[in-house]
């Protein structure tokens, strides 16, 4: 089984509020589609959909004043709105995915997602369907609610599923020395040890409240720990999801123990 995450990066235009990247939905729609990598659990990120509207009502903060109640509702519907365009196009391109809303089937622990009941996705991956997921807006026993980011569900479902594999598709080719957005110098690494220091890994450039690639990689580690192969490669250039679907060598960065 193989998990694919899908950044808000590369689903939506980051710079423009609410505004999803159809094309690169379409084309990589496609990709999973001529892939046919089955059993797959899709999972996308928020980009200018969930993030903004996130850090405007300071969900990821946890309740300090009821106000943030609608906040909160507004930020996991623009999670909604995104999964239903998202798999409105894997459907049309003839993927068989199927919407769960993290929030209505988890709650995190102080931000950590400790318990997740596998046993419903499980059920719809035997009957073929792909899972799409996303990171939300969820409730959280300590402090009330909070956001669960893509990246950490991910790693929590496959180490429950056992999944063989993880993709991270993002807008860059993968881990490089330092962040190629801000440093023209930056070497990309072809593999990266959790364990080792090899880069200068730092926030995304956008908006976002989970991390960017700091929160993306120590998450990513956690899958790695699991027995998962995780693969970082750009989801913008045309058939790298692909070939990483089809266990092809691409470009890209691989975790290592
Ligand atoms: P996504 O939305 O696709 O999940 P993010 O935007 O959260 O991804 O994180 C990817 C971003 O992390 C890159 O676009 C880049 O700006 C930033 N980044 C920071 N440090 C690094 C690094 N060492 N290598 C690669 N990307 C980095």
Redesign the pocket.
Same mark, same amino acid.
């Given at each position: 089984m193989r998990i694919l995450k899908l950044?808000?990066?590369?689903v939506t235009h980051k710079d423009e509020y609410m505004s999803e990247h159809t094309e690169n939905i379409k084309r990589l729609a496609e990709e999973i589609a001529e892939a046919g990598a089955y059993p797959l659990i899709i999972v996308h &990120?928020g &980009?200018s959909f969930g993030h903004p509207l996130a850090k405007k009502h300071g969900i990821a903060g946890g309740m300090v004043d009821k106000s943030q109640v609608f906040g909160f509702s507004e930020t996991h519907q623009a999670m909604v709105k995104l999964n239903e365009i998202i798999v409105d196009i894997l459907l049309n391109a003839g993927v068989p995915a199927f919407s769960f809303s993290p929030s209505s089937m988890l709650r995190t622990d102080g931000k950590r997602l400790n318990d997740l009941d596998t046993g419903l996705i499980k059920e719809y991956i035997e009957l073929g369907m792909v899972p799409v997921l996303y990171g939300d807006a969820v409730l959280d026993s300590q402090q009330t609610f909070a956001i669960l980011s893509g990246d950490q569900l991910i790693a929590k479902l496959s180490n429950d599923l056992g999944a063989d594999g993880v993709i991270f598709g993002?807008?860059?080719d993968g881990?490089?020395?330092?962040?190629?957005?801000l440093n023209p110098e930056?070497r990309l690494l072809e593999s990266v040890s959790i364990s080792g220091n090899d880069?200068?890994?730092?926030? /995304? /450039?956008?908006t976002?409240v989970t991390g &960017?690639?700091r929160g993306?990689l120590s998450e990513a580690a956690e899958a790695v720990k699991g027995g998962a192969d995780v693969l970082m490669v750009n989801a913008f250039v045309p058939g790298r999801v692909k070939a990483a679907l089809r266990g092809e060598k691409v470009i890209g960065t691989v975790l290592t123990l």
């Amino acid at each position: 089984m193989r998990i694919l995450k899908l950044g808000g990066s590369v689903v939506t235009h980051k710079d423009e509020y609410m505004s999803e990247h159809t094309e690169n939905i379409k084309r990589l729609a496609e990709e999973i589609a001529e892939a046919g990598a089955y059993p797959l659990i899709i999972v996308h &990120g928020g &980009g200018s959909f969930g993030h903004p509207l996130a850090k405007k009502h300071g969900i990821a903060g946890g309740m300090v004043d009821k106000s943030q109640v609608f906040g909160f509702s507004e930020t996991h519907q623009a999670m909604v709105k995104l999964n239903e365009i998202i798999v409105d196009i894997l459907l049309n391109a003839g993927v068989p995915a199927f919407s769960f809303s993290p929030s209505s089937m988890l709650r995190t622990d102080g931000k950590r997602l400790n318990d997740l009941d596998t046993g419903l996705i499980k059920e719809y991956i035997e009957l073929g369907m792909v899972p799409v997921l996303y990171g939300d807006a969820v409730l959280d026993s300590q402090q009330t609610f909070a956001i669960l980011s893509g990246d950490q569900l991910i790693a929590k479902l496959s180490n429950d599923l056992g999944a063989d594999g993880v993709i991270f598709g993002s807008d860059v080719d993968g881990i490089f020395t330092d962040n190629p957005k801000l440093n023209p110098e930056a070497r990309l690494l072809e593999s990266v040890s959790i364990s080792g220091n090899d880069a200068n890994v730092g926030d /995304t /450039t956008h908006t976002d409240v989970t991390g &960017g690639m700091r929160g993306k990689l120590s998450e990513a580690a956690e899958a790695v720990k699991g027995g998962a192969d995780v693969l970082m490669v750009n989801a913008f250039v045309p058939g790298r999801v692909k070939a990483a679907l089809r266990g092809e060598k691409v470009i890209g960065t691989v975790l290592t123990l």
